[in-house]
């Protein structure tokens, strides 16, 4: 899209003029997410820049917040509940989801296109009605504000991001790996095990990697099912914003934006490994 | 059946022309139980995670649709009352019968401790019910007959017919009444359904609002996204990706940080209002109002979903060769026609794609107008948790949350048609 040598002023300008604004654009995407981490530093408890802050003197940024977060046994508890139903939800929706992909790609699958359309529903259906769904549900069965409840409600949402994820490693999946590793001599789980496995690996991670951000990130269920115990980071932000609004939310906010900086980087990563893995890209 | 075809095999027909395998099946139906087996075991494969979705989703999104129009109060606490109704000409208060009728009911619910539920199921549909039930509740233990003059004497709404025009009409296991309200309509007098009056037309303005706001989202993500998925479609791959990241990032983060970080932006004391004061812009005193209304929800939103538009945009645009710019203008279209007349045809499907993904997420959205969108932000999930979690009218919150889900349907079956067309295009 290089400017052509032979372009009038017209176009000189609507050249510049587009990249000027697409510039702002992304200024507008980006910019929102940046400015909380220099905000969370600040030794006062506002949510705007200082003066001090602007002339960059050092008495104008502090830790505190940071020490106020680590310090909190309340948001020390969020912490570890987000991990802890992180981990268990995802765990349940990579092997449920990783299965079901497995059965959804063999091309004698009956029903596919119904059944994909049902796996894929806790995706597609609001966040607030499957919440009040899941809370008649889970409390007629005493789950309600148990970590059981919150985990197999977060398993449920994560699960359509495996199975999508899943699926489309196996797409380009070559079927005759498997009869050459039959015909080889390997029974069905060592195929599974030593040719299948490594080569939807990386479908695999990053559907647990979107199965784990859903749980980490989801509020709203949590809202309705969890009790105090249960109390997530979001949930713990929630009621950080709704009621005692302190800078501390913006210490928690710097810590995940950094979180998704790491997560992307990590997908990116394995979004190559896989296309080399499969020749689809060269180096 | 193995049996039977063992079984088979000598007879003559089966050589007749036709194959069989080693073991003297016919191929067919050999061919027939190795391609059973098989979608046995693909089915095998799904049906845990089926099975775990229908047990703990689908079903438990089935019962709560099942509660607006469920109704099983009245008949099972009033059985009496309702069967003395049978013969009540349906005009003025009713005759000693039904009044003897509804005090034994009453009786009997206050010892079993029903007459709560029935007060706020009878509550939802004329508001001085609550205090007649409770409190009539607590004295009929004492009454002697004849009862009707009494019930007179200890509410006002015993002397109303609508009561008990309420009561026959409610007094089935179904109702339409969740849904009358959800869509801001109500009985008349003579038992028909019409529209409330103007000003009282709550569900239905935030249904309209709630698709107006999703609307103006849709098109603020569509003049953002385009550009910069034009921009990024057309640069060389390496700041391409670079400016992907610029684009994923928000999409990964947390949306409680993307909310909590616009919070801190457009508040009162916030950084744009601050901003603008200490550049003297505006004065301290006319800081504009950017939170707590629909301007926030609008701001923010098309923030958190501008990623869901660009991307399949940018997937679209990548498709696109560049020759065909280049042949509209060699057969001298101007580049305005170009674009206009050749590359943006191409974009629908993306357009389309992303347009409807925009539209069904923004109509659900909760948390974002609940903490930045004040009263008038407000979209149609918050009046669901509204009523789920504060007036608990849990019916009424069904009604509401079942016709927001038929529109995602019916909105994400359209989605579906636009992606396919898209795959046939390509």
């Given at each position: ?19 000027f604004i697409c510039c702002l654009i992304f200024f507008f995407l980006i910019a929102p997410i940046i400015i909380m981490v220099p905000l969370s530093f ?242 | ?426």
């Open positions: 899209m290089a400017l052509p040598t032979y372009a009038g002023p017209l176009e000189r300008f609507w050249y510049y003029a587009f990249r600040n030794a006062q408890p506002y949510f705007t820049f200082t003066t001090e802050m602007l002339t960059l003197n050092p008495e104008g940024f502090s830790l505190r917040w940071y020490e106020q977060l680590f310090s909190s046994s309340q948001w020390m508890r969020s912490i570890r509940n987000s991990l802890f139903i992180g981990v268990f939800s995802t765990i349940i929706a990579t092997t449920l989801g990783t299965l079901a992909a497995l059965g959804l790609s063999r091309s004698e699958m009956p029903y596919k296109g119904l059944i994909m359309g049902l796996l894929i529903s806790p995706m597609i259906v609001p966040l607030i009605i499957s919440a009040a769904g899941m809370f008649f549900f889970y409390s007629s069965v005493n789950l309600a504000g148990t970590f059981p409840g919150v985990i197999l409600a977060h398993a449920v949402l994560g699960t359509p991001f495996v199975v999508i994820t899943v699926t489309a490693t196996l797409v380009g999946f070559d079927n005759s790996l498997t009869k050459a590793s039959a015909s080889l001599g390997a029974d069905p789980i060592t195929t599974f095990r030593k040719v299948q496995m490594p080569l939807i690996l990386p479908g695999v991670v990053s559907g647990a990697l979107f199965a784990f951000i859903t749980s980490f990130d989801e509020i709203v269920i949590v809202l309705f099912l969890a009790s105090v115990e249960q109390r997530t980071i979001p949930r713990e932000m929630w009621s950080g914003i709704r009621e005692q609004i302190s800078p501390t939310i913006l210490a928690v906010a710097s810590l995940l934006v950094l979180i998704s900086i790491m997560l992307l980087t990590t997908l990116e990563l394995l979004r190559r490994r896989s296309e080399r893995l499969r020749g689809l890209s060269p180096g | 059946m193995q049996q039977s075809a063992s079984e088979a095999s000598p007879n003559d027909h089966m050589r007749d022309g036709k194959l069989v395998t080693a073991d003297g099946r016919p191929l067919k139906a050999s061919l027939k139980t190795a391609e059973r087996r098989r979608k046995i075991i693909a089915f095998a494969f799904v049906s845990p995670l089926l099975l775990f979705l229908i047990v703990s989703f689908i079903v438990p999104i089935g019962q709560m649709m099942w509660r607006s129009v469920d109704n099983p109060t009245i008949i099972n606490t009033l059985p009496r009352t309702l069967e003395a109704m049978q013969d009540w000409d349906g005009q003025d208060v009713p005759d000693e019968p039904v009044f003897a009728a509804l005090r034994e009911d009453l009786a009997i619910a206050q010892e079993n401790r029903r007459v709560g539920p029935l007060a706020v199921r009878l509550n939802y549909e004329i508001s001085a019910a609550r205090g007649a039930f409770t409190r009539t509740a607590r004295t009929v233990a004492d009454m002697e007959p004849p009862y009707k003059e009494q019930f007179l004497d200890a509410h006002r709404l015993w002397g109303n017919p609508d009561i008990y025009q309420i009561i026959k009409r409610e007094g089935r296991p179904l109702t339409a009444s969740y849904y009358v309200a959800a869509t801001d309509r109500r009985y008349a007098a003579d038992g028909s359904i019409e529209m409330r009056a103007e000003h009282q037309r709550i569900y239905m303005n935030l249904f309209g609002r709630t698709f107006a706001m999703s609307a103006v989202i849709l098109v603020l993500t569509m003049l953002l996204g385009f550009p910069i998925a034009f921009w990024m479609a057309h640069l060389p791959m390496r700041y391409a990706n670079l400016l992907m990241i610029m684009v994923l990032l928000p999409f990964w983060t947390s949306l409680l940080v993307r909310t909590t970080s616009w919070i801190v932006l457009l508040q009162q004391q916030g950084v744009i209002n601050s901003s603008l004061v200490n550049l003297g812009i505006i004065d301290t005193g006319n800081r504009l109002s950017l939170m707590y209304n629909m301007t926030g929800t609008i701001i923010a939103m098309t923030h958190i979903l501008l990623p869901f538009m660009v991307l399949p945009l940018y997937s679209v645009m990548k498709t696109i060769p560049p020759s065909y710019l280049r042949a509209a203008r060699s057969l001298g279209a101007n580049n305005w026609t170009a674009f206009w007349r050749v590359y943006v045809p191409q974009t629908l499907p993306g357009i389309g794609a992303g347009g409807v993904l925009v539209f069904i997420i923004s109509i659900g959205y909760y948390i974002t107008p609940a903490l930045v969108g004040g009263q008038s932000g407000r979209m149609i999930s918050n009046m669901i948790a509204y009523h789920m979690q504060t007036s608990l009218n849990w019916g009424l919150a069904a009604a509401l949350g079942s016709m927001l889900l038929i529109s995602v349907l019916i909105l994400y079956w359209a989605y579906n048609k636009l992606v396919g067309a898209d795959i046939k295009l390509g």
